[in-house]
């Protein structure tokens, strides 16, 4: 049964169910709540008892009233005055002998008709009463209800005898502290327990079975509904139809009209709509462009977080196309820089030239979408920040100058950095950024035999060599501020590379070669130095570590005759190429055999401390391999190494691009010979998707399409 349904069967309202049902310990908290058979129970002796009490004090002071009003029209003023005192004192008797007769008491047919009772007829009392109904209840009533206090320890000054209608069972008498405290009440209900304390007197109490109880002081408290206290609220039906109530008949009326519910179940449709936006799913793409140039092989890609896709080079014919745009050439070789979305279209193209020469060396996107290109340019040139004129004389000197050009989300130009004084060539060779947005460049300045001492200066940082080629790294903070300008001293140092891991840690790699000179990496000004160990005799591939707060962590050398690519996985697993004379005979400290000819390409890996922990040489004999390109890792840190081999027949020889793949223990896995054409640089995406990027081309390809 529920809540609003016994109220309506006992005439009362469902807030006084709730209240008994609070009193008693039951746990209900609405309207529609379910009541077991148990708890009904409960509530209806509760209320019966209560009842019974409250009809016999109504009826003696009815009783009272009438005699005393009787008196005063029959007498005098003293005579009345006499026997209200005398009836007051009779009404006092028969209070203190009420608990004698509250059990003449009946409950009325409504409450035996309620069919889930346990109660058995002989549990109920013969009397009837022709008074008002037992649970009526008005806008204006006051119903009496009883509340239980926390048991404490209450001083017993009196043997009090409680009416049984079982087993009367004495109880042992103890001695228990007491205290006084008055607390009002109308009648003492002790509840049954199994708990033993100590009493002060002996005690009959109504029990169903022998047991020894703790008493406990339970005060009468009114509860009043009317519409002064009654806080307003809605009701709904199954239907979602409203029905706000006033009062206490308010809300018995609207339980009875089937609003049950306190919250809609039907809430109205909100009136603010969304535009939804369905974005087409990237699948693969072929994008066609038409260019050639000098340095094919040092354009570069870049892929940024929405895969969209960038790209940087050089060009120097005037009928160039990219997608459906032709170029026209500035001077004799001229940058382009474009931007892709992820289905493949061009989001914006631009173009930079100079009266004389422009080369693209690296490209690198940062986390905000920002493309930044380095190279080196000749003569004067307008990155569309104003008119850059370069240092050095013009290249074939030789000349020229570093351009570090950042570009915006849309293709505009931010700013460009350059050398500003120098009389030799310098280019910027790699870039790379990190999750703030700094700019990392690698670099080299060039031997100039006819000058006895040259510098070149970026911001207030100045390099200087006498008759030696000097590598550079610098950092640039977002706005184009130059942060630090570092270097390597000895006979012949190069830059060449610069990657930025997922903590930040930046990897400079290069190469040195001391020539009886001492090798350092330190600040341009000798501060923060740190003695390598290169070779005397022989060129080195260099790589130099750097934390996330720009200080020394180790760096690593070893024999080479030529520059490669660097890649760092999450692990801060370093993988780095470069190749080697075939006659070498030694890698990582292990003796190998000499090749039969030309130049082999060998992959390291050195795990986080720079140690080495395995190199792969190919083993071939009538390939001489001569570039070494780019280094890619898909998701499950494979490594995939594009590089070139040449096949000599007879006068002619002929190259071949391919991807070799080799596992995180140096397994090689798989060469993927790449029928694209003239393939110069690659990207993955987080899907493992690959973009290829040739001259007459750039695709996206899954890698089974490829394999």
């Known amino acids: 049964m529920r809540v609003y349904q016994l109220a309506n069967q006992l005439n009362i309202t469902s807030k006084k169910v709730l209240e008994v049902a609070e009193i008693l310990g039951i746990n209900v908290k609405a309207h529609q709540s379910s009541l077991s058979e148990e708890d009904v129970s409960k509530i209806i002796k509760y209320l019966k008892k209560n009842r019974r009490i409250g009809i016999v ?38 209070i203190s002998n009420a608990n004698d007769s509250v059990a003449e008491v009946e409950i009325i ?53 409680v009416p049984v209608t079982t087993t009367t069972v004495p109880v042992t008498t103890t001695t228990v502290p007491v205290t006084t405290t008055t607390v009002p009440v ?93 974005i087409p799913v990237s699948t693969n793409y072929t994008f066609e462009q038409n260019y050639s140039s000098r340095h094919l092989y040092e354009s570069a890609i870049d892929i940024d977080s929405s895969n969209n896709l960038y790209a940087a080079g050089t060009y120097v014919q005037s009928d160039t196309t990219f997608g459906s745009q032709t170029l026209t050439t500035i001077g004799e070789e001229d ?59 013009p290249h074939y000197t030789p000349g020229g100058s570093t351009f570090i050009l950042k570009l915006d989300q849309n293709g505009d130009p931010d700013w460009v950095v350059t050398t500003t004084s120098g009389v030799r060539i310098d280019y910027g060779r790699g870039v790379d950024t990190d999750s703030s947005g700094n700019i990392y460049i690698a670099g080299t300045m060039l031997q100039q035999t006819t000058n006895t001492s040259s510098s070149i200066t970026f911001g207030t940082f100045t390099l200087s060599s006498v008759n030696v080629s000097r590598a550079f790294y610098m950092k640039i903070n977002p706005s184009g501020d130059v942060q630090w300008l570092k270097t390597v001293t000895g006979t012949h140092t190069s830059g060449h590379r610069v990657f930025v891991d997922s903590q930040d840690n930046k990897y400079l790699t290069g190469w040195c070669k001391s020539n009886g000179l001492t090798n350092t990496f330190s600040n ?59 006659t070498q005979t030694e ?14 390409y060998v992959l390291v890996k050195l795990d986080s401390t720079g140690t080495c922990q395995w190199f792969y040489r190919p083993e071939y004999t009538a390939w001489d391999r001569r570039q070494v390109l780019h280094l890619g890792l898909d998701s499950n840190d ?39 054409g003239y393939v110069i640089d690659f990207v993955f995406d987080s899907d ?14 899954s890698l089974s399409d490829i394999e």
């Open 524 to 582: 341009v000004d000798g501060s923060e130095s740190t003695t390598l160990s290169c070779s005397t005799t022989s060129d080195e591939v260099l790589i130099v570590k750097l934390d996330s707060s720009d200080n020394y962590v180790w760096h690593w050398n070893e024999i080479a005759t030529g520059r490669g690519d660097i890649i760092v996985n999450s692990n801060g697993d370093v993988f780095a190429t470069y190749h080697v004379y075939h």
């Open 186 to 278: 109308t009648t003492t209900t002790v509840p049954v327990t199994t708990t033993t304390v100590p009493v002060t007197t002996t005690t009959t109490v109504p029990v169903t079975t022998t047991t020894t109880v703790p008493v406990t002081t339970t005060t009468t408290v009114p509860v009043t509904c009317d519409d002064e206290s009654f806080q307003p609220y809605t009701l709904y039906t199954i239907s979602g139809e409203a029905n706000t109530v006033m009062s206490c008949r308010n809300e018995q009326d609207a339980l009875e009209s089937g609003y049950v519910l306190t919250i809609n179940p039907n809430p109205p449709t909100p009136t603010t709509t969304t535009t939804t936006t369905t």
């Open 335 to 393: 940058i382009f820089v474009y931007k892709l979305n992820h289905l493949g279209d061009l989001e914006w193209l631009k173009t930079f030239g100079s009266s004389s020469q422009s080369t693209v060396y690296d490209m690198a996107v940062d986390q905000s979408g920002n493309t930044i290109v380095t190279g080196y340019f000749e003569g004067s040139i307008d990155f569309g920040t104003g008119t850059q004129t370069a240092t050095g004389p």
């Open 587 to 600: 890698i990582c400290g292990t003796s190998i055999d000499a090749g039969t000819k030309g130049h082999y």
């Open 109 to 161: 047919d409504t409450v035996e008709q309620i069919d889930v009772l346990t109660t058995t007829p002989t549990e109920l009392i013969d009397q009837e009463i022709s008074s008002t109904p037992l649970f009526t209840d008005s806008d204006d009533s006051t119903t009496t209800t009883t509340v239980p206090v926390t048991t404490t320890t209450v001083p017993v000054t009196t043997t009090t005898t």
């Open 638 to 676: 494979n490594i995939y190494f594009l590089n070139e081999y040449v096949t000599p027949i007879g006068n002619l020889n002929y190259r071949t691009r391919l991807i070799s793949v080799f596992s995180n223990q140096g397994v090689q896995q798989n060469s993927i010979i790449l029928s694209y």
């Open 57 to 94: 004090f109504n009826k003696a002071v009815l009783t009272l009233i009438d005699f005393i009003k009787k008196a005063f029209k029959r007498r005098t003023f003293a005579t009345g005055l006499l026997f209200g005192l005398t009836a007051f004192t009779i009404f006092g008797f028969s």
């Open 688 to 701: 493992d998707n690959i973009y290829l990027f040739r001259n007459i081309q750039t695709i996206k390809r």
